[in-house]
T-cell receptor
Framework: DSGVTQTPKHLITATGQRVTLRCSPR?????VYWYQQSLDQGLQFLIQ???????AKGNILERFSAQQFPDLHSELNLSSLELGDSALYFC????????????????FGPGTRLTVL | AQSVAQPEDQVNVAEGNPLTVKCTYS??????LFWYVQYPNRGLQFLLK??????LVKGSYGFEAEFNKSQTSFHLKKPSALVSDSALYFC????????????FGTGTRLLVSP
């Protein structure tokens, strides 16, 4: 158990809908990262938050957004869902988040499996 | 931009035999390298990382990895495989400057037969 929790474990929804994925980082970690794992794209970095602020963006679609709250949990919002958004969404956390300064390990949660029908 | 290649989709070994899962990388500057393992319906579990120093890194569950700068490789090894090691293994790299996103390889499925 990494200490990173994600809810829900599974989510089944229809095209065009909007969903919210939730992540709680390990105690003491200030950074949260979101990754998408799909069969065709592999594991891809979406976005990073550090202590409530967006730190880095990767291959995140405009239909997707995220935020990190004062208690450091994070939510990933996916809207106007398409079939191709079906994937496993991972959250990871690490202690720090400042560019270049950290040798931190990212610890991953169990993921949320999203199925869009 | 950084990238990782895992040239083998699958590696088959017999229990008790040594195993190697290959990884090569491309990154500007010095790399930070990581190995993660994914069991079915589970998240990614951290195995080990190379930041600096000794080229042979020891990690969890008896795994180790050897960093080779000249060959830009970071192969995962274990002296004696267990059936329970069967899983999907991912190599990842990030730069030692700039943002901390991990760039993952495509994964290698390890099958250890009894």
């Amino acid at each position: 158990d990494s200490g990173v929790t994600q809810t829900p474990k599974h989510l089944i929804t229809a095209t065009g809908q909007r969903v919210t994925l939730r992540c709680s980082p390990r105690s003491g970690d200030l950074s949260v990262y979101w990754y998408q794992q799909s069969l065709d794209q592999g594991l891809q970095f979406l976005i990073q938050y550090y202590n409530g602020e967006e730190r880095a963006k990767g291959n995140i679609l405009e239909r997707f957004s995220a935020q990190q709250f004062p208690d450091l949990h994070s939510e990933l919002n996916l809207s106007s869902l398409e079939l191709g958004d079906s994937a496993l969404y991972f959250c990871a956390s690490s202690v720090g988040g400042l560019a270049g300064a950290s040798t931190d390990t990212q610890y991953f949660g169990p993921g949320t499996r999203l199925t869009v029908l | 931009a950084q990238s990782v290649a895992q040239p083998e989709d699958q590696v088959n070994v017999a229990e008790g035999n040594p195993l190697t899962v290959k990884c090569t990388y491309s990154v500007s500057g010095n790399p930070y390298l990581f190995w993660y393992v994914q069991y079915p319906n589970r998240g990614l579990q951290f195995l080990l990382k190379y930041i600096t120093g000794d080229n042979l890194v020891k990690g969890s569950y008896g795994f180790e990895a050897e960093f080779n700068k000249s060959q830009t490789s970071f192969h995962l090894k274990k002296p004696s495989a267990l059936v329970s090691d069967s899983a999907l293994y991912f190599c990842a790299v990030r730069q030692n400057t700039g943002f901390q996103k991990l760039v993952f390889g495509t994964g290698t499925r390890l099958l250890v037969s009894p």
